[in-house]
């Protein structure tokens, strides 16, 4: 289980330390950066598999994600004595991603290629990149170390090389990943690309998820939820069917639902009551269908390490949230949550949690910060030097 993130110079996040627990709701006005806390999440997963460049190109370049204030904020720009504008920066462009856990901690720094090498002027290039044992970096923990183009790999108290000539925008997790001469990185990767992250099901009339689709086993559901008929049938049949139902008429008093199958493609059925007949999901208002897609991503028999899902609220009913916030609890049971949200009812149920990990982030001078963790109640955190 993660229990520390840490960002430095992503967009308003200029130096987050958050402490994270089995479930975590983050929170707080719009513009605080929640939003820019769940994308930072994302790219460290796209780190594993080859897509933190890209991700970062689709975002606008570095230069677009890049802290626009000061490298710090003194008490005298705090009191207004001392302008923000017109500072210099002294220190080398740097954004860093990490986490850690109790057993590896992961970090990586990018920075910008060296001037004419390459046309790919605005591509940013990987630095450094660590893993570590233990919750904390430090040069004696490090069990892979890559400084620009070099990896290396350590052995009891040398160090091996791994590659000498890693391009500047592949990862190394990407390329080092022996199962036999660095099985931590293997596993960390692989733990890493079983994120999950769910964002926005669609609900429109055209929605994925209206669509009949050929049924085979799917314990994950899709991220688009397109299978949402066939992981709902997977849970009932591998997974906790009873758990299921128990959600169904949580949320909607007195309803089920089956699933059923024309012509190999399944479609879901929802019965009501009061109605006389089943209603399909073409006919599912767009915040039952919502509800329908959570449920079949929270209940997955095969949960991932890290679950993320970015305001699931949205287009639910008030009163579906507490059921919903009792459903994203049952999940945390099996499975690290992260919930970005405002939705109060949700976030108040949420927070009944014994595991919950409740972050209030704020803005004060263009930076995000978290509400009542001062420097001396943040996670211990140490970036790898370059």
């Known amino acids: 289980m993660l229990h520390t993130l840490a960002i430095a110079n992503y967009r308003s996040l200029r130096n987050l330390i958050a402490p994270l627990g089995r479930l975590t709701v983050v929170t707080g006005a719009n513009g605080s950066g929640k939003s820019s806390l769940y994308r930072a999440l994302r790219l460290l997963a796209e780190t594993a598999q080859g897509g933190v460049i890209p991700s970062l190109a689709r975002e606008g370049g570095l230069d677009s994600t890049l802290w626009a204030g000061p490298e710090t904020i003194s008490q005298a720009m705090r009191r207004g004595d001392v302008p923000l504008q017109g500072t210099v920066r002294n220190e080398p462009v740097a954004l860093k991603l990490g986490f850690a856990s109790e057993e590896f901690g992961y970090a990586i720094d990018l920075g910008l290629p060296i001037p004419g090498r ?8 990987i630095k450094r990149e660590s893993i570590w044992a233990g919750p904390l970096y430090r040069p004696a923990s490090a069990l892979v170390e890559r400084n620009n183009a070099v990896v290396k790999l350590r052995d009891g108290r040398s160090w091996q090389v791994l590659h000498q000539h890693l391009p500047g925008f592949d990862s190394m997790l990407m390329h080092s990943a022996d199962p ?5 990185l293997l596993r960390l990767r692989e733990q890493m690309r079983g994120w999950r992250f769910y964002d926005h099901f669609r609900s429109d009339a055209d929605a994925p998820a209206r669509q009949a689709q050929i049924g085979t086993h799917t314990p994950v559901l899709a991220n688009d939820g397109a299978d949402l008929a066939a992981a709902l049938q997977t849970i009932r049949e591998i997974g906790d069917g009873a758990a299921l139902d128990a959600t169904i008429d949580d949320a909607f008093p007195g309803a ?15 019965f009501q009551h009061g109605l006389l007949r089943p209603l399909g999901t073409a006919e599912l208002s767009d915040g039952t269908l919502r509800y329908l897609l959570l449920t079949a991503a929270l209940l997955s028999p095969r949960p991932p390490a890290l679950l993320v899902l970015n305001e699931p609220e949205t287009s639910l009913h008030p009163d579906l949230l507490p059921a919903l916030g009792r459903l994203i609890a049952l999940a945390a049971e099996r499975t690290q949550v992260l919930v970005v949200s405002h939705a ?22 263009g930076e995000t910060r978290i509400a009542g963790l001062g420097d001396l109640e943040r996670p211990a955190w140490s970036w790898p030097a370059r």
């Open 118 to 125: 390459t046309m790919f002027g605005g591509d940013p290039a």
């Open 180 to 184: 036999e001469r660095a099985p931590e």
């Open 256 to 270: 089920r639902i089956d699933i059923v199958s024309q012509s190999g493609r399944f479609a879901v059925q929802m």
């Open 344 to 365: 109060a009812r949700l976030i108040a149920t949420l927070a009944r949690s014994e595991d919950c990990v409740a972050l209030q982030l704020e803005k004060e001078f």
